[in-house]
T-cell receptor, first 113, second 118 residues
Framework: EPEVTQTPSHQVTQMGQEVILRCVPI?????FYWYRQILGQKVEFLVS????????KSEIFDDQFSVERPDGSNFTLKIRSTKLEDSAMYFC???????????FGQGTRLTVV | AQKVTQAQTEISVVEKEDVTLDCVYE???????LFWYKQPPSGELVFLIR??????QNEISGRYSWNFQKSTSSFNFTITASQVVDSAVYFC???????????????FGRGTQLTVWP
């Protein structure tokens, strides 16, 4: 069964460092997303991406964040200068189109120390 | 504004009991979708169901059933004859459509931690 794959599963980084979280969405999907879940809290939308550009972003997604689809398969989230409060589980998701459900990856746990 | 409320933070039941997880939502949109996701201890989000706002039929899938009532803006989830493997955090989510947002933008509730004891 096709699935969304995220790497790494856990990343530890020092405050101020740049991190790149990687995702391989399901191959025929067209819409891609990043969500964040701070420990014990709800899952929050960060950004959606379609046709090689951001289609929507939340207030959380500030200038420190960027997304990219560098090739036909990967979808990345970059945090330029990490802060302690960026520590969270980051989920990538994808779906085929506007009337279909989003499938989530297993998440990347980011710990900023 | 879109909002999903899961008032039950934690529920504990003993195996074989039935359990209902509540979800109440708010939206001004006439077209929207409701979802349930399961998050087991391993952390991934597992899709369980999607329901659109025009389809109020209840749905049953094995031991799972969902009750969608537009009149009360609720989309409750019942597990019949619960099992230990059902222990997880369950999230209800809403996606609107009228604003032109893609379906993947989900508004999640805070989740309900379900613990099923043997």
């Amino acid at each position: 069964e096709p699935e969304v794959t995220q790497t790494p599963s856990h990343q530890v980084t020092q405050m101020g460092q740049e991190v790149i979280l990687r995702c391989v969405p399901i191959s025929n999907h067209l819409y891609f997303y990043w969500y964040r879940q701070i420990l014990g809290q709800k899952v929050e939308f960060l950004v959606s991406f379609y046709n090689n550009e951001i289609s929507e972003k939340s207030e959380i997604f500030d200038d420190q964040f960027s997304v990219e689809r560098p090739d036909g398969s990967n979808f990345t989230l970059k945090i330029r200068s990490t802060k302690l409060e960026d520590s969270a589980m980051y989920f990538c998701a994808s779906n085929l189109g506007e009337n279909t459900e989003a499938f989530f990856g297993q998440g990347t746990r980011l710990t900023v120390v | 504004a879109q909002k999903v409320t899961q008032a039950q933070t934690e529920i504990s039941v003993v195996e074989k009991e039935d359990v209902t997880l509540d979800c109440v939502y708010e939206t001004r949109d006439t077209t929207y979708y409701l979802f349930w996701y399961k998050q087991p201890p391993s952390g991934e989000l597992v899709f369980l169901i999607r329901r659109n706002s025009f389809d109020e039929q209840n749905e049953i899938s094995g031991r799972y059933s969902w009750n969608f009532q537009k009149s009360t803006s609720s989309f409750n989830f019942t597990i019949t004859a619960s099992q230990v493997v059902d222990s997880a955090v369950y999230f209800c989510a809403l996606s609107d459509f009228d604003r032109g947002s893609t379906l993947g933008r989900l508004y999640f509730g805070r989740g309900t931690q379900l613990t099923v004891w043997p």
